[in-house]
């Protein structure tokens, strides 16, 4: 019987084993020249599922004692068997359609690194006249905004900084926000800081207009187009904000936390520096 399941295995490469008694699964394993087998769970009293490699294969071994189970114990198994096969097919097919059909939208530039802040200086030399910087005072009270206001200074730009920006803001505080940028005419935005500063500061990239405001957008944010370029700082790690295109604010009538999003809002440049964070 051992040599028969052998011969079985060339002809079903795919199939479960079901081998009942020992001395049959002790012949089986002589003729295949294993001499272990790794038990994985008790399909029921006396039955256990396991796995053997073969060759460069790993096959599915249910093992019987031969004194064991009812008369329903073959159906009852089968049934397992062909429910545990189509989870296994359906979690492959999800697999192969997860790994062909997926969109990716991102920064146009990231830059990363050592001396990765080297970079802002030179992105703010091509063409433009006035920056606006997007931070807070805790950025500023630790020190952090010196080394990139320095490199603004080095590009000889003019830039005006928006530092009383509300965390986890409202959409009336972003507004706020937003039609002070709006006021200084500044063509870029450099965004320093955590989650709620780079939100703003997307908000502000697409509503330099007065077509419509944060308000609208809550309703309708396909609307909302680019109009100013961003580059962002971040100064934590884990929200991801410097590469979504989200902007959430506090809707406090609703006493609910929205989300803004809009493909337009994804920044156009990135700068990941350590000594940022």
Avoid at 77 to 92: N, P, T, V, Y
Avoid at 239 to 257: C, H, W, Y
Wanted: include cysteine; charged fraction near 25%.
């Amino acid at each position: 019987l051992g040599y028969v399941v052998r011969e079985l295995i060339g002809e079903e490469p795919d199939s479960t084993l079901l081998i009942t008694g020992g001395d049959c699964l002790t012949g089986f394993m002589a003729h295949i020249g294993r001499d272990e087998i790794a038990p994985v769970c008790e399909m029921a009293p006396g039955t256990v599922l396991s796995e053997i490699d073969i060759g460069n294969r790993t096959f599915a071994v249910i093992t019987k004692s031969g004194g064991f189970g009812g008369e329903t114990l073959m159906v009852d198994l089968a049934e397992k068997i062909q429910a545990a096969k189509k989870i296994r097919d359906w979690k492959r097919k999800r697999r192969i359609s997860m790994l062909t059909q997926y969109t990716l939208k991102m920064p146009h530039a990231v830059y990363s690194g050592k001396d990765a802040l080297d970079k802002l200086t030179q992105i703010i030399g091509t063409g433009v006249k006035k920056t606006a910087v997007f931070t807070d005072r805790g950025i500023i009270g630790a020190g952090l905004l010196e080394l990139p206001l320095s490199k603004i200074k080095e590009s000889g730009c003019e830039y005006v900084i928006f530092d009383d920006l509300a965390a986890e803001p409202t959409y009336e505080q972003a507004q706020k926000a937003v039609d002070a940028f709006k006021e200084s005419r500044a063509d870029f935005i450099v965004a320093v800081g955590g989650g709620s500063v780079m939100d703003t500061a997307k908000l502000a990239s697409v509503l330099a207009t007065d077509e419509y405001g944060v308000k609208e957008l809550l309703d309708n944010p396909q609307m909302a187009k680019k109009c100013v370029k961003t580059l962002m700082i971040p100064t934590t790690a884990g929200t991801g904000a410097e590469a979504t295109p989200n902007a959430i604010v506090a809707v406090p009538e609703k006493e609910l936390k929205v989300g803004i999003v809009n493909d337009n809002m994804i920044a156009d440049y990135v700068i990941l520096d350590a000594v940022m964070i």
